[in-house]
């Protein structure tokens, strides 16, 4: 094994590289925004990343995405309001919500709207991975049997 080999399983090795995501992100700090889809389009996933709740909606058909990673308060709306608007046009995938103003009711609103999971910024960007890649895997588990 090499060394770079060794820093590629040390930085990616949990992630399942077998499991392709399409992803809708929502982020308007820019930075965030494209590192994140840098990072998950690096581990193979098809991300849509969006600024704003209004340009998530507008975009080509969201049934298609299995995963939502969405910041908590967007210029135009907050993320438990989109991901209401989005369940209700049909949309059923797992979303994930990202923060940097966490209370423990934001956490208990935000599990009642759905999301898997709350990621509290700074937060670190593989853990994401994983975690979207784990929940991914597992429904995939589950639709087998």
Same mark, same amino acid.
């Given at each position: 094994?090499? &060394?770079? *080999?060794?820093? !590629?399983?040390?930085?990616?090795?949990?992630?399942?590289?077998? +499991?392709?995501?399409?992803?809708? =992100?929502?982020?308007?700090?820019?930075?965030?925004?494209?590192?994140?889809?840098?990072?998950?389009?690096?581990?193979?996933?098809?991300?849509?990343?969006?600024?704003?709740?209004?340009?998530?909606?507008?975009?080509? &058909?969201? *049934?298609?995405? !299995?995963?939502?990673?969405?910041?908590?308060?967007?210029?135009? +709306?907050?993320?438990?309001?989109? =991901?209401?608007?989005?369940?209700?046009?049909?949309?059923?995938?797992?979303?994930?919500?990202?923060?940097?103003?966490?209370?423990?009711?934001?956490?208990?609103?935000?599990?009642?709207?759905?999301?898997?999971?709350?990621?509290?910024?700074?937060?670190?960007?593989?853990?994401?991975?994983?975690?979207?890649?784990?929940?991914?895997?597992?429904?995939?588990?589950?639709?087998?049997?």
């Amino acid at each position: 094994m090499t &060394p770079s *080999d060794t820093l !590629a399983n040390m930085l990616f090795g949990a992630c399942d590289w077998t +499991t392709k995501v399409n992803i809708i =992100l929502v982020e308007d700090d820019p930075a965030v925004r494209h590192s994140l889809e840098m990072l998950l389009v690096m581990n193979g996933h098809e991300v849509r990343a969006h600024e704003s709740g209004t340009n998530a909606l507008q975009a080509p &058909p969201i *049934d298609q995405s !299995a995963c939502l990673i969405i910041d908590y308060i967007l210029p135009d +709306t907050d993320g438990l309001t989109l =991901l209401g608007m989005l369940r209700s046009k049909g949309w059923t995938g797992a979303a994930f919500l990202i923060t940097g103003h966490y209370d423990h009711a934001l956490e208990e609103r935000a599990l009642e709207a759905g999301f898997k999971k709350r990621f509290e910024k700074p937060f670190h960007y593989l853990e994401i991975v994983h975690e979207v890649e784990k929940l991914m895997s597992q429904q995939a588990q589950v639709k087998r049997i």
